[in-house]
């Protein structure tokens, strides 16, 4: 049945039915993350970096009405230049995308979606959504955080986009039985700097380990996905300080404009990086590098164990 709407790249293909490691890459990063031709060249880098570790990228989207798992050099190029008129699609978008025959930039949410769809299960970002700030009189939730309590995918990034309120989002995924683990630290990062004021779930220290657990975690029916918080290499990182600062600045300026909804992360993210003189760009390509490799680790090792 999903045939009808799914497409899999012939390598992606050959790799799941040989058993080969697999990562899942999203769209929104290229189309809505970073400038082009910035995203374009970061992208193809995330593929690279997937494939020097060991395992096969397939970059999620949707391209006329179907659901895409591995995207053409051309595709990319096409999401990279089309840029923010290309829809960000979540859960609920997908049948109306399918229905018009549109294209569509996955968000983590969609994208954890069509994955399994393919049955693949790890998949590399940059940061997930959350609780925005203010949540308490807007209710402004990311689906993404549904999404892991929902769907059996493992989300390696760089902890929660610090423009978002990270203790509220952590206490969502406890509610909702997400656990968040720590690569290497017992102290959940803000995507841009390596720590926040909040902890993790657990601290794991190798890929292994961390493939280990979520091998058992489903062999067990544990529906849902977890959260790998991998902190932003330390050369890379911001400090806390200005990148606050910016964050503070940029919410300022997005309340005066009325920006709400989907396009507030997208505001946000590109007002921080006109704030920070470009910075928080380079640290948002380098940590985006430095999970695809994390990500391509720990599949490699739940491929061997299966």
């Known amino acids: 049945m999903l045939a009808q709407y799914l497409d899999i790249h012939p390598e992606v293909q050959q790799a799941l039915q040989s058993g080969q490691a697999v990562v899942a890459l999203e769209s929104t990063i290229i189309s809505h993350g970073m400038p082009y031709p910035q995203n374009v060249e970061t992208a193809k880098k995330v593929e690279q970096t997937v494939r020097d570790n060991g395992a096969i990228p397939a970059t999620i989207a949707m391209i006329q009405g179907r659901l895409k ?3 053409t050099a ?8 089309t840029g923010q008129s290309i829809t ?3 859960r609920r978008d997908i049948p109306f995308i399918v229905a018009k025959k549109a294209d569509g930039a996955t968000t983590v949410a969609s994208t954890m979606i069509i994955a399994a769809m393919a049955d ?5 970002t940059g940061g997930i959504g959350g609780v925005h700030r203010g949540a308490q009189e807007t209710f402004d939730i990311s689906a993404d955080l549904e999404e892991l309590a929902a769907t059996n995918v493992a989300v390696v990034c760089a902890g929660a986009k610090s423009i978002l309120d990270i203790g509220l989002t952590l206490e969502f995924l406890e509610t909702n039985g997400v656990p968040v683990i720590g690569y290497q630290t017992e102290t959940l990062p803000a995507f841009y700097t390596r720590e926040s004021d909040f902890g993790v779930d657990y601290r794991l220290d190798t890929p292994e380990a961390i493939a280990e657990a979520l091998a058992i975690k489903w062999s067990l029916h544990l529906k849902g996905g977890a959260v790998i918080a991998n902190p932003i290499p330390s050369e890379y990182a911001m400090d806390k300080a200005s990148i606050d600062s910016a964050i503070q600045n940029a919410i300022s300026e997005m309340d005066k404009a009325g920006v709400k909804g989907k396009a507030s992360t997208p505001f946000l993210l590109a007002k921080v990086a006109e704030l920070t003189g470009g910075n928080s760009l380079d640290a948002n390509i380098q940590l985006v590098l430095n999970n695809a490799k994390l990500a391509s680790r720990i599949a ?3 491929s061997a164990d299966a």
């Not at 051309?74 to 230049?81: C, Q, R, T």
């Not at 693949?120 to 590399?124: G, L, Q, S």
């Open 74 to 81: 051309e595709e990319l190029e096409y999401f990279g230049k």
């Open 88 to 90: 960000k699609v979540s």
């Open 120 to 124: 693949i299960k790890v998949f590399a």
């Open 300 to 302: 490699v090792s739940l």
């Open 69 to 71: 798992v591995g995207l």
